[in-house]
């Protein structure tokens, strides 16, 4: 096993660093809640889809996604039970709506148990030698003509070209174009839609 293949924590990690959780506080519950809320809106849910959101971190995501989707559900997997932990209490209001799943999403899948997945900035952080399994995985998890959103960090180490080759090595299809915005806190990034064949 190289260290490119360790992406899972130890058993009883130490506390995250205050700083990074102080950070996350302000960008992803605070000052940055509009970033991601101005996502989640452009998604145009339906309200009543089950949506997989894979690498939630804190809930910063999470928490607009579960209001888009009041008749439905949405699943957070999250390698991390540090993170995981956080993403619960912030999103306790939501009750049984909101399930969270400690795993790594490159070892986890539920065939066609959701209608959207999600990816916010997560794709960049997984090893590229494990990234085949996990775009396989969320196609396995999704239904028939189901759509995965992606929003990524622009020169983080995964080119655009990469992405869209693993994304139709495991077998998406461009939904619309890709999206490039600068967004206030987070950078520049590139956005788009990609959906499993019906
Ligand atoms: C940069 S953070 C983004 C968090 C959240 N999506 C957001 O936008 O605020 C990336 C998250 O992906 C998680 N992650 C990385 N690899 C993972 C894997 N293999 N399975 C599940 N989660 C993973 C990390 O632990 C981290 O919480």
């Known amino acids: 096993v190289t260290a490119a293949h360790v992406t899972r924590p130890p058993a009883h990690p130490a506390p995250l660093p205050w700083l990074e959780v ?9 000052l940055g809640a509009g970033v991601y809320r101005r996502w989640v809106e452009a998604l145009s849910l339906a309200g009543d889809e089950r949506v997989l959101e894979i ?23 999250e390698i991390d039970p540090r ?26 899948s539920r ?17 590229a030698v494990r990234r085949p399994m996990l775009l396989r995985g969320i196609a396995r ?14 020169g983080h180490g995964m080119s655009a070209e990469a992405m ?17 915005a600068t967004v206030p806190l987070m950078g520049r990034t590139l956005s788009g839609a990609w959906h499993v064949p019906r």
């Open 22 to 30: 102080a950070l996350e506080s302000v960008v992803g519950d605070r």
């Open 55 to 77: 690498g939630a971190g804190a809930g910063a995501c999470a928490r607009h996604l579960a209001a888009a989707v009041p008749r439905g559900r949405l699943t957070c997997v």
């Open 83 to 108: 993170w995981l932990a956080i993403a619960r209490r912030r999103l306790t209001a939501c009750g049984d709506r909101v399930e969270f799943v400690e795993a790594d999403a490159c070892d986890w």
């Open 111 to 127: 065939p066609g148990g959701f209608d959207v997945a999600i990816l916010h900035f997560v794709l960049h952080d997984v090893p």
């Open 141 to 154: 998890s999704l239904c028939p003509g189901g759509r995965l959103c992606v929003r990524e960090p622009v």
């Open 164 to 180: 869209r080759a693993e994304l139709g090595d495991a077998g998406f299809h461009p939904t619309g174009d890709e999206v490039r």
